[in-house]
């Protein structure tokens, strides 16, 4: 089958999103009206194509479109002779316009119509080799989990809605600005809810690591530009009317806190290079969330995007180690830098990134991060300033186990003893080189914050030289059996779900059989006898007929003959 | 001769005709059951022609238009029975209904 068509679709779709986005890289936000739905009175809400593109929502929109023609190009390689790449091809271009639909809109409905079309996307991607049992269950459980955050959203977008009058995001950032502030915690929690799902954050974070039976393309595009970030952009979009409550700030500061450092540990203790992959994602994400707690939506959108480049760069990097060594195990892998020297190159770029070390946009980007904390740490943002010395802790402690974990993977995966392998495809370092290139690049302009920048590059450095002295000692640290079965939070999930599932709807099976089949039934039952009753009478047999006919006509006038003796 | 020689021979008639039909399966005696109770009614309405000595004699003059209508009910049931044979092979009514209901 040819495959480059799917590239060069993607690739209109991709320049378009560009020639969209990129005048508005520096501008002030513009508005472009395209469609207005028909006015159905206050009760319901109004429709509209309305789109805003501000710098913000362009970054965003051009690391999806970068990210996802990047992947399409990849998967022409990755994916072999797969049989239904077709679909595939179409659900990626479908998944880069959902997100450019949620990050461009203006209307809450409308991104939720994105937002839903990513859960389906990304449902039928990481479940696309549903012949294995455990892709079936990884999607399913992907789409159950971030549904049940959807609910958050739905609700959270019928209560602004409601509390604003209107469904607008541009009008709400300026109601929520000059109004005082109404259902703010309501409205925060839910929006909460929402992210904590989409973003997999604790305690519904273990989809995104089971979503890792899907294709490895599918994976950095879920990771890096869409699904995932949709979460992070949603917060950030609605920072102004979120801030408004201190108790949502504080409950995403923490859920950020416990995440990061959790998922960072949880990398650690890996034996899997792309589930290791995983967690570090949901670690990444919680340390923009913790960003956007603050009340810095910049900081956060930019490690977004720092982040997107460079663990699109790590995943599609896997993707190769794997298809060069057949597993993803990193036992399997070990001394990969002769047999792929693009990739160990491009990848060590991608590591360093991980890891904050200077000058890739990790470091700049993670810093951006950790200097919103701090400034949050004067206690004049909406967020307490005791939590955010705590979150700031915790953070600076994350960025330490992140070094440790990058510089585990990086030499597991690329030193050591040489692991056979085949090489790699031009088609698939092709976006190698270019995601390192963004990963250096993307550093340019950005602003240096150095007393953190020192804290945290001393922290990595930490971190790199003990995971160094770790691995001497062949990893023998004591942490890691509970650490790698992720200290059995996923079987919270495991056994509760099925098991209350499985009580409700025995519960409704009994009120079915006893509450409300007793009626049909019972209605049969009486029918049935009466049917024997009367049935027994109609024999069709005229002489029966003639008997009972003859019996009535004797009862008849013995009847009469004894009203008349009787008179 | 008092009426109720008459009435009670009727009665008995009707009673043994009205047996016939319900109990016989054979349909030419079933037939003959019919006959009977037409003529106990007849053997009625003769008696009592003569207990009211009517000038008109209107219970005589219906004796004749029942036998008249016995005449043509026999002929037409007989026929019937006759065709029902042809094409069953029998005349025991409980057979034939079986029949006709298979």
């Keep these: 089958m040819r495959r480059w068509p799917y590239v060069v ?113 990304s449902y039928l991607l990481i479940g696309h080799a549903w012949e294995l049992p455990q892709a079936r269950a990884g999607a399913a459980k992907a789409f159950l989990v971030t549904r049940i955050a959807d609910i958050g959203l739905l609700v959270a977008i019928i209560v602004l809605g409601q509390t604003y009058g209107t469904y607008r995001i541009s009008h709400l950032i300026d109601a929520a600005g000059q109004e005082e502030p109404r259902n703010a915690t309501a409205i925060g929690l839910l929006l909460v809810l929402a992210v904590v799902g989409k973003s997999a954050q604790v305690p519904l974070h273990t989809w995104l690591p089971d979503a890792m039976p899907g294709p490895t393309p599918i994976t950095a595009l879920i990771h890096a530009a869409t699904m995932v970030a949709a979460g992070v952009y ?28 959790l998922a960072a540990l949880f990398a650690v ?37 720092s982040h997107g480049a460079f663990k699109a760069l790590l995943f599609l990097g896997c993707g190769v180690a794997m298809v060069a060594v057949g597993s993803s195990a990193l036992s399997a892998m070990g001394g990969l830098r002769k047999s792929l020297p693009v990739t160990f190159w491009t990848m060590t770029i991608g590591f360093a990134a991980l ?13 951006g991060v950790l200097d919103a904390l701090h400034v949050a740490t004067d206690g004049e943002a909406t967020l307490g300033g005791a939590t955010a010395w705590v979150v ?11 070094a440790v974990y990058a510089t585990r993977l990086w030499t597991s995966t690329f030193l050591g003893a040489p692991a056979p392998a085949h090489g790699e495809r031009r088609a ?42 770790l691995r001497d000692r062949g990893w023998r640290v004591r942490f890691g059996r509970p650490l790698a079965d992720e200290l059995g939070l996923d079987a919270v999930f495991v ?73 | 001769m008092p009426l109720l020689y008459p009435l009670l ?5 009707f009673g043994i005709g009205l047996y016939g039909v319900l109990a016989r399966r054979n349909a030419v005696l079933v037939l003959v059951g019919i006959e009977l109770m037409l003529n106990a009614v007849n053997l009625q309405l003769v008696a009592y022609d003569a207990w009211f000595a009517e000038t008109l004699h209107t219970g005589q003059v219906l004796t004749l238009f029942v036998i008249a209508l016995a005449a043509a009910e026999i002929g037409l049931g007989l026929a019937i029975v006759l065709a029902m044979f042809r094409a069953t092979g029998t005349i025991d009514v409980d057979t034939v209904e079986r029949e006709v209901e298979a």
């Design chain 1, 428 to 469: 698939m370092v092709g976006p190698l080189l270019l995601l390192a290139v963004a990963c250096l690049a993307l550093s340019v302009g950005q602003e240096l914050h150095v007393g953190i920048g020192a804290l945290s590059t001393l922290v990595a450095a930490v971190g790199i030289v003990a995971a160094l002295w």
């Design chain 1, 495 to 567: 056994r509760a779900a099925p098991a209350v599932t499985l009580g409700a709807a025995r519960m409704v099976d009994a009120i079915d059989a006893d509450g409300i089949d007793v009626y049909p039934r019972g209605g049969a039952w009486f029918a049935q006898r009466a049917s024997w009753v009367i049935g027994a009478v109609q024999s069709a047999r005229v002489q029966v007929y003639a008997t009972i006919v003859a019996g009535g006509a004797l009862l008849i006038v013995i009847g009469s003959v004894a009203a008349g003796v009787g008179s």
């Design chain 1, 9 to 121: 679709v993607t690739a209109l779709v991709s320049a378009a999103v560009a020639v969209w986005a990129i005048p508005h890289l520096g501008d002030d936000p513009s508005t472009s009206v395209t469609y207005r739905g028909n006015d159905v009175g206050p009760a319901l809400p109004r429709l509209s194509l309305d789109t805003v593109v501000d710098p913000m929502a362009a970054q965003v929109m051009l690391l999806a479109a970068g990210v996802a023609l990047l992947v399409q190009v990849y998967s022409t390689a990755y994916m072999g002779d797969d049989k239904r790449y077709r679909s595939y091809a179409w659900l990626i271009v479908l998944f880069e316009i959902a997100m450019v639909a949620v990050v461009a809109t203006d209307n809450l409905f409308v991104l939720l119509i994105g937002w839903e079309i990513m859960g389906v996307c």
């Design chain 1, 392 to 402: 700031l802790v915790v953070a600076v402690l994350t960025s330490g186990v992140t």
């Design chain 1, 269 to 305: 203790a890996q034996t899997d290079l792309k589930r290791a992959l995983a967690w570090s994602t949901v670690s990444q994400l919680a340390l923009m969330f913790a960003a956007l707690s603050t009340g810095n939506a910049a900081a956060g959108i930019n490690h977004l995007v």
């Design chain 2, 9 to 13: 021979l009727s009665a008995a008639l």
């Design chain 1, 234 to 261: 949603l917060l950030a979009r609605l920072l102004p009317v979120f801030e408004t409550s201190q108790v949502a700030m504080t409950t995403l500061a923490v859920v950020a806190a416990v995440t990061m450092l």
């Design chain 1, 355 to 367: 890891a904050g070390v200077v000058p890739t946009v990790g470091f700049f980007s993670k810093d």
